[in-house]
């Protein structure tokens, strides 16, 4: 008996040679008024739905194919006598194949301006339905729901008259993948909705916390385990991620990557993405242990690697540049865990295919996004999400870039030109280093790094002797602080150390203090009025 397809499709690209090849293959056609018309127009022979259930299309297109004569089509199962009497008693015919998708709601809520009518209309309700039908029909019916699918069904359909059981169960997912994700999206958009904010505005006023939150993510991957080896884990990506993203990684080499690699590996990226020159982060367990901009890969990886090469093995090493011969020699001679960058050069990466062992280093390309390097911004995360117990913190993420108009001298002496490129430099580090930070800095690169220390002042002692460990002199160098010095005291460690000035929110009830103390030393201080604490 010939299989009988329903095609109704909003997103009509390729559905007109779908149909054609089906009906090649001998596939009776049915087919809503928009999508039947465009199979007629190409003269291929279509039965609308409208004249298969006897019943008009109605209400502006609200009800069409929300009829006995198609979801009975859909859901009777053929292996069951009671359904199929069932159906021939109501004289219903079995459907196949079901091709759908969607109105256009996500796109027509992406739109400026959608008003809640829009909104509203564009909520598709019968083409669920039908996708539901058949989606829990799987074993008598495929259901299609993405144009990529149809070259699958084509594929199988000419081989073996039919498609397989495997293939149709792959669909249902998908269907019911596409229906939560589609759910997802009206249930996002609409408990946004201020309601008596919104009277009188055309487009409805939507708060940036919905009032429920649906996280909807697609597995990348499972990992070997998670943070420790009886922990298990795997790798989701947004469903709608953004351009140059990490978990736009194209992984070229090297081992599988672990929990520890990919959370490493996101920390140095969205540093490394923050700096227009060219620059190199070098991160250890979530903190960055080096980082540097220079005149190329090489200097910035150079410089960066001084800062703590005892941390910085087996690190996790980004650039924000192409890797040429000269960077990936360099970073060649330590041990590195994970190299990534928007792209190599065919001489760099044979560096990392020499031998057996500098193949297991796991080699990342994250291709720039569309406006190039200077738009690493469209990149970044809109939204920070931490889980807690049973629960979720959402927040705006801290996207802030600090411009020169918010810097604000408080001290006598003024930072000069070179200090105030470093003191830009360091904040721009400490925003990535996790609280409480101190970081010393000079010509562009790390000079200590102290993180994540329960006292502002261990971390200024810390960045200080991490600075002795790597003999690097902190004599006039730039201290940024992430948050306001409580005290004097730690402002005091870093100046005994060298630091000739120092940017840092302020805001304290002690600012005066602080500032009297720098004063007193003789060095120059900025307030930035924003804090980047980082758990
Ligand atoms: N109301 C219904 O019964 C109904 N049945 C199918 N649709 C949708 O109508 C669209 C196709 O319409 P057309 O073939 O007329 O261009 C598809 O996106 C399909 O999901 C419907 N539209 C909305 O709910």
């Known amino acids: 008996m010939a299989l009988t397809a329903l ?26 008024g928009g999508t039947a018309k465009l199979l007629a127009d190409a003269g291929l022979p279509v039965t609308e739905v409208a004249d298969h259930t006897g019943f008009p299309e109605m209400l502006d297109g609200r009800v069409k194919t929300l009829h006995p004569k198609i979801h009975g089509g859909l859901l009777a199962r053929r292996d069951l006598p009671a359904h199929v009497a069932a159906i021939e008693q109501h ?4 459907i196949d194949l079901l091709v759908v998708n969607l109105y256009p709601f996500e796109a027509t809520v992406a739109k400026a301006g959608c008003t809640l009518e829009d909104a509203i209309e564009n909520i598709d309700i019968g083409g669920p339905a039908m996708v539901r039908s058949a989606a829990k029909n799987w074993k008598d019916v495929a259901v ?19 498609i397989s059981a495997k293939t149709k169960f792959a669909f249902s997912v998908a269907a019911f993948n596409r229906i939560a994700d589609y759910d997802g999206a009206i249930s996002d958009f609409l408990s946004a909705v201020d309601f008596d904010a919104s009277a009188g505005q055309s487009a409805p006023v939507r708060s940036l916390f919905p009032a429920q939150s649906n996280g909807r993510f697609v597995k990348l991957q499972d990992l070997r385990y998670g943070e420790n080896p009886h922990q298990q884990a795997a790798f989701y990506r947004d469903l709608y991620p953004a351009p140059g993203s990490l978990v736009s990684a194209k992984q070229l080499q090297g081992k599988e990557l672990s929990y520890n690699n990919i959370a490493d590996a996101d920390a140095a990226w969205e ?7 060219p620059a190199c982060v070098i991160v250890k367990h979530a903190n960055p242990c080096g980082v540097a901009v220079g005149k190329d890969a090489l200097e910035a990886y150079s410089k960066a690697f001084q800062t703590d090469p005892t941390s910085a093995f087996g690190g996790i090493i980004a650039f924000n540049r192409v890797v040429d011969l000269a960077a990936a020699e360099a970073v060649n001679k330590q041990f590195v865990e994970v190299l990534m960058a928007p792209g190599y050069t065919p001489e760099a990466l044979a560096v990392f295919q020499a031998t057996k062992a500098k193949q297991n280093v796991r080699v990342l390309q994250i291709d720039l996004p569309p406006g190039g390097d200077t738009d690493w911004a469209n990149g970044r995360n809109a939204m920070d999400v931490k889980r807690v117990g049973s629960g979720l913190l959402i927040q705006t993420a801290d996207n802030h870039e600090l411009q020169l108009a918010e810097l604000k001298v408080v001290t006598k002496k003024q930072p000069t030109q070179e200090e105030l490129q470093d003191l830009l430099f360091a904040w721009k ?20 790094v102290g993180a994540g220390q329960m006292s502002r002042l261990d971390s200024a002692r810390i960045a200080s002797i ?21 005290f004097r005291d730690g402002l005091d460690v870093v100046i005994d150390h060298g630091a000739t000035c120092v940017i840092q929110p302020g805001g304290s009830m002690r600012d005066q203090e602080v500032i009297d103390a720098a004063d007193e030393r003789g060095v120059a201080m900025v307030f930035t009025g924003v804090r980047h604490f980082r758990h």
């Open 466 to 486: 991490k600075a002795e460990h790597a003999k690097l002199s902190l004599a006039g160098t730039a201290v940024a602080s992430d948050a306001f010095f409580p």
């Open 144 to 162: 299609l729901t993405d144009a990529s699918q149809y070259a699958v069904a084509l594929a199988e359909l000419k081989a073996h008259g039919s």
């Open 91 to 94: 004289g219903i015919a079995t």
């Open 7 to 32: 095609l109704s499709v909003s997103d009509k690209t390729g559905i007109l040679e779908f149909a054609q090849a089906l009906h090649g293959l001998g596939v009776k056609l049915l087919s809503t």
């Open 429 to 448: 580090v400490a925003k990535y280093v996790k609280s409480n930070a101190i970081v010393f800095c000079k010509h562009g690169m790390t000079m200590g």
């Open 271 to 277: 540093c490394v993405k923050s700096f227009g020159l």
